[in-house]
Nanobody, 119 residues
């Protein structure tokens, strides 16, 4: 079973950029689709972005297109989320997740770093 550990969260100002990383251990990520989700206080967890196993296909929440970019590096066994022009409403706990490509649900989750955006 793969384990996921995120890093890169923290406090930033509105308009800043931030990069989150998701490192895997226990097993290679090459066999998994990867995703990022986020959950703000009092809200349900929401989809942010995902990338296919090969890295050829990337999907984003419509509201985040153009500001967020997800990528993966198979050699580093990691995935990344580049966030730019951050807004206060982007503040949330961000979770990295993995799933088997033939399945719908993400079944492996990281702990989630906090991203705080100040005005």
């Amino acid at each position: 079973q793969v384990q996921l550990v995120e890093s890169g969260g923290g406090l930033v100002q509105a308009g800043d950029s931030l990069r989150l990383s998701c490192a895997a251990s226990g097993r290679a990520l090459a066999g998994y689709d990867m995703g990022w989700f986020r959950q703000a206080p009092g809200k349900e967890r929401e989809f942010v972005a995902s990338v296919s196993r090969s890295g050829a296909n990337t999907y984003y929440a419509d509201s985040l297109k153009g500001r967020f970019t997800m990528s993966r590096d198979l050699a580093k066994n990691a995935a990344f989320l580049e966030m730019s022009s951050l807004k206060r409403e982007d503040a949330a706990v961000y979770f990295c997740a993995a799933k088997i490509p033939t399945q719908i649900e993400f079944v492996v989750w990281g702990q989630g770093p906090q991203v705080t955006v100040s005005s």
